[in-house]
């Protein structure tokens, strides 16, 4: 049964400011909503923060308002500047409307696999945008790389570099953390997500240990195709990336300076393989009306396992991404989940909804 207080928050959201200052100052306080099949199905309290209700769509809003005022803060970027990001499309988004309401220029690398959607838009928020081959971290001609020295002879402009960048986690630690806290009246037994620049799971997951005096535990949830969960699993011993997954912008082949923040306080690891994803995608739209991309879905899928192994009578948390605009020339055409062999992970019941071809 789901607790009463958050039955009272689920059902009577009221205002929580008066008028904000612009784009930026609607970042944030993001509602957390209980899912209700899945919370009785397990016994728990699955609940989930709904990032793609940020004024740019998605959590990384978090992730790039906190990286463009360190920036400030330190100096490092002036009037008029440039900010210049390598990014798998969420954060160069968010980065680009922050930029467009505080005056900056924006110019983004981001791999060539990421969804035409993501790219159109970041072009359409005036970005220039540079889709480059997706190549390993250790090649000079990464996406990142390319960002980096692209800014290094620009003046005035700045390499916010997300992944490394520790202001992005702390982004998280001073808002997401402190909102989940609040909003389940600091009963929070696990918060778990999959993490790409390991800002969102380091910064929130440090805030709700320190304030549950080490009492709520902290998982990390994988995609395919990362080296995550096997470094977690295996207590620190970083493998070969191998495999892909349909899901963006989140697993990892190194340990980021934002995870490294946290990682040694990490309880455990779930890997996920994208036939879940997709099942439980579809099914959170037909029976919570939740418009979701393939990394909320993984999420959900983590928050349902973790319930199980935890049992009955906890309140796990986890992270509703984005939702799934950016993505639905994908993730419902038939043509491209078949192209991906994840036509047959959809439920019969539910195969109407893949409406593309």
């Not at 009306?289 to 993984?298: E, K, R």
């Not at 948390?317 to 491209?336: E, H, M, N, P, V």
């Amino acid at each position: 049964m789901m607790q009463a207080s958050l039955l009272g928050k689920a059902f009577s959201r009221g205002f929580t400011s008066r008028a904000v200052d612009g784009f930026t100052g609607a970042i944030g306080n993001t509602p957390l909503i209980y899912l209700k099949k899945w919370s009785e199905k397990t016994g728990c309290n699955i609940v989930a923060k709904a990032e793609f209700q940020n004024p740019g769509g998605s959590v990384k809003d978090r992730a790039a308002l906190g990286v463009i005022r360190d920036a400030e803060e330190r100096g490092l970027l002036k009037p008029g500047g440039t900010v210049v990001e390598g990014t798998a499309g969420n954060t160069g988004i968010g980065l680009a409307h922050v930029c467009r309401a505080r005056g900056y220029d924006c110019v983004i690398f981001m791999p060539n696999t990421q969804s035409q959607e993501k790219i159109d838009l970041l072009r359409m928020l005036g970005a220039q945008v540079y889709p480059v081959p997706a190549v390993a971290y250790d090649n000079p001609a990464n996406y990142n790389h390319q960002a980096r020295d692209f800014a290094k002879n620009l003046p005035n402009a700045v390499w916010t570099d997300q992944f490394d960048n520790v202001a992005n986690a702390k982004a998280h630690y001073l808002t997401t953390g402190p909102e989940i806290w609040e909003q389940t009246d600091g009963k929070v037994d696990a918060f778990i997500c999959a993490t790409g620049t390991g800002g969102t799971l380091a910064g929130a997951g440090k805030y709700l240990k320190e304030k549950s005096d080490g009492k709520t535990q902290i998982w990390l949830a994988d995609p395919p195709g990362s080296v995550l969960h096997s470094y977690i699993q295996s207590g620190g011993k970083l493998v070969e990336r191998t495999g892909s997954s349909i899901t963006e912008g989140i697993g990892q082949g190194r340990i980021t300076n934002n995870l490294a923040t946290l990682v040694n306080d990490i309880d455990g690891s779930l890997n996920i393989p994208d036939e879940k994803s997709i099942s439980v995608l579809y099914d959170l739209l037909d029976t919570e009306g939740l418009y979701l991309g393939a990394s909320s879905s993984l999420n959900v899928v983590a928050a349902i396992e973790l319930a199980q192994k935890l049992g009955p009578g906890k309140t796990i948390a986890t992270i509703l991404c984005d939702g799934a605009y950016r993505y639905q020339s994908r993730l419902f055409s038939k043509k491209w989940l078949q192209s991906k062999g994840l036509q047959d992970a959809i439920p019969d019941h539910l195969k109407h909804y893949a409406v593309l071809d």
